[in-house]
Nanobody, 124 residues
Framework: QVQLVESGGGLVQAGGSLSLSCAASGRIFRRFAMGWFRQAPGKEREFVAAISSSGGSTYYADSVKGRFTISRDNVKNTVYLQMNSMQPEDTAVYFC?????????????????WGQGTQVTVSS
């Protein structure tokens, strides 16, 4: 059974930074790409960033490109999301997810394991 546990959410002022972590267990972490998604109230869950299994390739939503950085540590079985220059529109519950191995990284339907989510709130 795969478990993904996020941590690091909280409240930050606009222009500030937060770092999220997602610890994985139950599957050989280094074999799978990982993604971060977010869901704001009343909105669909949207892609934020993804990273290949080796960490050599990264992918970002246009809305976060240049501000957020995804990384991973395959020894610690952990994926990270560093968020800088945060804006109120970044407020959402953030989820990490493990890629299923098929399809585009940008679609939430191609991830088969999800964490419970962590709340991120950016005040103006």
């Amino acid at each position: 059974q795969v478990q993904l546990v996020e941590s690091g959410g909280g409240l930050v002022q606009a222009g500030g930074s937060l770092s999220l972590s997602c610890a994985a267990s139950g599957r050989i972490f280094r074999r799978f790409a990982m993604g971060w998604f977010r869901q704001a109230p009343g909105k669909e869950r949207e892609f934020v960033a993804a990273i290949s299994s080796s960490g050599g390739s990264t992918y970002y939503a246009d809305s976060v490109k240049g501000r957020f950085t995804i990384s991973r540590d395959n020894v610690k079985n952990t994926v990270y999301l560093q968020m800088n220059s945060m804006q109120p529109e970044d407020t959402a519950v953030y989820f990490c997810a493990m890629y299923s191995g098929s399809g585009t990284y940008y679609s939430r339907y191609n991830y088969d394991y999800w964490g419970q989510g962590t709340q991120v709130t950016v005040s103006s």
